[in-house]
């Protein structure tokens, strides 16, 4: 298994253009995450789905828009980008298991994405 | 938005020596997982936890869920240089207590091994 991939390793953008962040997983998770890392912060989410075609926003989705047409992959698209979304990108899926009144989830991550926009 | 409080932010420890860490939260949480992270890499899962009270080992590293559910241990044993990266707890709150069963992180341990 490959596990969680993510391409592009690098990009740089300028302020305005748009562009897509792939990530796919061949571990047949139902979930799949998307987080930025800021320095001296620690992970925020931004977009969530736990399955395909269902979606659903975090903690900072503003200026991210994504989709879940397949089980193996969950993009993230910058509409317009701006230099506050400068960040390194990390893709998760996870597994879960039930529980008493609920479940639980293992999350295992992609190597990362880091954007730079000017 | 909320996030685990989680210490120490960094420390410095000779080779050899045993190192601590903790997380805690205000909020009850189902999961504990530890990650650690090295540079330009991408989080890798350590441990898992899922019981109050439950302590877990991977090799040199043992992990504790706290029997309040609010936080969690990370113990390394006899580090060694590799050892050298940033640590992340990260909780899944409670569902019918928070309303959120999404993942929260704490800010990381930056650990530094001296040879």
């Known amino acids: 298994n490959a596990g969680v991939t993510q391409t592009p390793k690098f990009q740089v953008l300028k302020t305005g253009q748009s562009m897509t962040l792939q990530c796919a997983q061949d571990m047949n998770h139902e979930y799949m995450s998307w987080y930025r890392q800021d320095p001296g912060m620690g992970l925020r989410l931004i977009h969530y789905?736990?399955?395909?075609?269902?979606?659903d926003q975090g903690e900072v989705p503003n200026g991210y828009n994504v989709s879940r047409s397949t089980t193996e992959d969950f993009p993230l698209r910058l509409l317009s980008a701006a230099p506050s979304q400068t960040s390194v990108y990390f893709c998760?899926?996870?597994?879960?298991?039930?529980?008493?009144?609920?479940?639980?989830?293992?999350?295992?991550f992609g190597p990362g994405t880091r954007l730079l926009v000017l | 938005g909320q996030q685990l409080n989680q210490s120490p932010q960094s420390m410095f420890i000779q080779e050899g020596e045993d190192v601590s860490m903790n997380c805690t939260s205000s909020?009850?949480?189902?999961?504990w997982l530890w990650y650690k992270q090295d540079p330009g890499e991408g989080p890798v899962l350590l441990i898992a936890?899922?019981?109050?009270?439950e302590l877990t080992s991977n090799g040199r590293l043992t992990a504790q869920f706290g029997i309040t559910r609010k936080d969690s241990f990370l113990n390394i044993s006899a580090s060694i240089p590799s050892d050298v990266g940033i640590y992340f707890c990260a909780g899944q709150p409670d569902l019918i207590t928070s309303g959120t069963y999404k993942y929260i992180f704490g800010t990381g341990t930056r650990l530094k091994v001296l040879a």
């Open positions: 909020s009850i949480f189902n999961t």
């Open positions: 998760a899926s996870s597994y879960s298991h039930p529980r008493q009144g609920g479940y639980q989830e293992t999350q295992y």
């Open positions: 789905s736990v399955g395909a075609g269902i979606t």
């Open positions: 936890l899922y019981k109050a009270g």
